[in-house]
């Protein structure tokens, strides 16, 4: 349950090498991400306080050198399909598929028509398109190997590292300039006009703009941001989670319509977002389906600013102000299972085996219907907690849950 080991720079050039023939200009990393508490608030223009994890996509990136032909046999990756053009984007990934290839694709820039590609592929060419759209940039010529310790699918927002760690290589070899907050609305239109996913802006920016020690207090209605601390360390603690490795049939379906009952409800109030609504507001007009959806949005946004008040001092003792949310997390999770009505069996399990484990505090994360839980716990009771959750999982005939421990990372950047 400890923190996967992270790849020096030194060893991605190596890798890179290896693969390309020559050596990488740089090596970066962009983390995962764990939303600490606001959920289902941010497509509601809410507020939300991510922090980054120490788990992270890392990235080698080169230019081919301009005496070299993409098709010399040396320069080609033995995992890749013969390069298309001198323009082309090869990337390689450490991730293998079912007959132990690494992972590997090419592509360029000129060819890439929103909703064409599919699979992991995606996130990084509609980087690549979006660089295109937002600076007139065609970006090509180039080779990226890429290792991750973010796991895939536990809700870690591992493709939105993907986009990050790649982003910010072509920024800098290709001399575009672009600051934080331009990279999270690339991004976002990345995932959104690109790959055709409906994400709000919470994964992005947490990778990109987070500082050591902290979670990022983010307010979706205007980007604002306030770094608010966060050292897990320094208290003793982690975030272990929990991911159920189920995804229910209607997750899909499931979120769509609670997004689609909340538009509907400011749509009831004539506004454009249920942020604009004084939470005082009488919610009689409403189906009592849209009033529980609306409580827990207000609710919610209301615990993100309990919980940032008690972080920064104002609500607990110097030094043990994590240990104090505990009751926090509980209270999102229970109005997640609810009034927003996104938990299942599987999630419920996970919170209540960690909290009679002995766990600080506990909830549910991401849209729901399965994916995974946190739990704040001691450090030291990470392999108790886990293995008791792990148990409650047998007892009930549940897959086997992937368990493991994270702590605070910080936002993206180059690593030498």
Same mark, same amino acid.
């Given at each position: 349950? %400890?923190a ?15 693969t !390309?023939?020559?050596?990488p200009?740089?090596? !970066? ?8 508490? =606001? ?6 223009? &809410?507020?939300?306080l991510?922090?980054a994890?120490?788990r $992270?996509?890392h990235?080698?990136?080169?230019r081919?050198?301009? %005496?070299?032909?993409?098709?010399e046999e040396?320069d080609?990756p033995a995992? $890749? ?7 082309s984007? /090869? ?5 293998r598929?079912d007959?132990g290839?690494?992972?590997s ?6 060819e890439?028509?929103?909703g ?15 660089i $295109? ?5 065609m970006v ?8 991750s310790? *973010?796991? *895939? &699918?536990a ?5 939105h590292a993907?986009?990050?760690?790649v @982003?910010?290589a072509?920024?800098?070899v290709f001399? @575009?300039?672009? %600051? +934080?907050r331009e990279?999270?609305?690339l991004?976002?239109?990345?995932e ?13 920016a947490a ?8 979670a990022l207090f983010l307010?979706?209605r205007? @980007?604002?941001? /306030?770094q ?8 003793g ?6 991911d159920?490795r189920v995804?229910?049939?209607h997750?899909e379906?499931?979120? =769509?319509d609670r ?8 749509g ?8 604009e ?7 009689g007009?409403l189906t009592?389906?849209?009033?529980? /959806?609306?409580?827990?949005?207000? %609710?919610?946004?209301?615990r ?8 920064e001092?104002?609500?607990g003792?110097?030094?043990h102000?994590?240990r =104090? ?5 509980l ?15 599987e ?7 960690a909290?009679?484990a002995g766990a600080?505090g506990? /909830? ?18 990470? +392999? ?8 409650a !999982?047998?007892?009930r005939?549940y897959?086997?849950?992937?368990v ?5 990372g910080?936002?993206?950047s180059?690593?030498d």
């Open positions: 349950m %400890n996967a080991s992270a790849p020096t720079a030194a060893r991605l050039a190596e890798e890179f090498a290896t !390309f023939g020559y050596s200009q740089a090596c !970066f990393r962009a983390p995962g991400r764990v939303n600490l508490i =606001g959920e289902h608030t941010d497509y509601n223009n &809410g507020l939300v991510p922090i994890i120490d $992270a996509v990235v080698a990136i080169g081919r050198p301009q %005496n070299r032909r993409v098709d040396q080609r995992t $890749a399909a013969p390069p298309r053009s001198p323009q984007i /090869r990337i390689v990934s450490d991730h598929d007959s290839e690494r992972l694709g090419q592509f360029t820039a000129a890439l028509v929103p064409q590609m599919r699979g992991w592929l995606s996130h990084p060419a509609g980087v690549v398109d979006e $295109a759209k937002t600076t007139g940039t090509g010529g180039v080779d990226l190997y890429v290792e310790t *973010v796991p *895939v &699918g809700g870690l927002s591992s493709s993907l986009e990050v760690a @982003l910010i072509l920024d800098e001399d @575009l300039g672009l %600051n +934080d990279k999270v609305l991004t976002q239109r990345a959104n006009d690109f790959v055709g996913a409906p994400t709000g802006i919470v994964d992005q990778s990109i703009m987070t500082e050591a020690g902290h307010d979706c205007d @980007l604002r941001t /306030r608010i601390p966060f050292d897990l360390d320094a208290e603690l982690r975030l272990l989670v929990i159920t995804s229910h049939s997750s379906s499931g979120y =769509g997004r689609r009952s909340c538009e509907e409800a400011a009831i109030f004539g506004v454009e977002s249920l942020r609504l004084d939470e005082a507001v009488d919610l007009p009592d389906e849209q009033r529980k /959806r609306v409580r827990h949005v207000f %609710n919610e946004n209301a993100v600013r309990t919980t940032v008040d008690h972080l001092g104002s609500g003792q110097a030094g102000r994590i =104090g949310i505990g009751e926090l997390l209270a999102s999770h229970a109005s997640l299972a609810e009034d927003y009505e996104v938990s299942c069996p999630l419920d399990t996970a919170v209540e085996a909290m009679e600080i506990a /909830r549910m994360i991401g849209g729901g219907f399965g994916g995974s839980a946190i739990a704040l716990i001691d450090a030291a009771d990470a +392999d108790r907690v886990g293995d008791a959750v792990i148990a !999982f047998a007892a005939g897959r086997t849950p992937d493991f421990a994270v702590s605070a910080t936002g993206a180059r690593i």
